[in-house]
C-alpha cells in the first residue's frame, strides 16, 4: 500500500513472514542541502526493527537499492523485495519523491554524495 510519504510492505504466502512500513520527508541540513529522510520499522519473522536512513537530493531515487540492503540486514531476504513486487506503487513513490524535491530528468549526481550516502 503506498501513500505520499509512506510505503507499507507485507508477506505474500510462501514467504518468510514480514511487515514493513518505510516511512520518508523532505529535510534541509544546512550543510548537505536538500536531503530525503527514510524510516523502516516492522518485524521480519516475528522480530521487531527500526532504522533510518538520508539520501542526498541527487541520490535519493537510489533508495530501494538502500531499502533492499537495510531490510536484508535484519532478516528479510533479498528474493522478498520489498520494492518490485508492487512496481505501480514503486513508481508513484518515486514520483513522489521527485516532486517533493522538484527534481527533473537529466540532473547531475555528486560522486561525493554517492560515496557519502554509501551508494
Known amino acids: 500500500m503506498f501513500e505520499p510519504g509512506h510505503l507499507h510492505r507485507s508477506s ?4 518468510i513472514d514480514f511487515d514493513v512500513d518505510l516511512f520518508y520527508e523532505v529535510r534541509r ?5 536538500q536531503m530525503v529522510h527514510f524510516r523502516m520499522e516492522g518485524q521480519i519473522a516475528g522480530k ?21 540492503r537495510m531490510a536484508a540486514k535484519h532478516g528479510l ?9 508492487s512496481h505501480d506503487e514503486f513508481d508513484r513513490m518515486f514520483e513522489d519523491i521527485r516532486d517533493k524535491l522538484g527534481a527533473k530528468s537529466g540532473e547531475t549526481v555528486s560522486f561525493d554524495h554517492l ?4 551508494l
Open 77 to 85: 531476504p533479498t528474493n522478498h523485495s520489498l520494492i518490485m513486487r
Open 29 to 33: 541540513d544546512p550543510n548537505e542541502g
Open 48 to 68: 521487531a526493527f527500526k532504522d533510518e536512513f538520508e539520501l542526498h537530493r541527487d541520490t535519493a531515487f537510489n533508495f530501494a537499492s538502500v531499502a533492499t
Open 12 to 15: 505474500q504466502p510462501g514467504q
Open 115 to 118: 560515496e557519502k550516502d554509501g
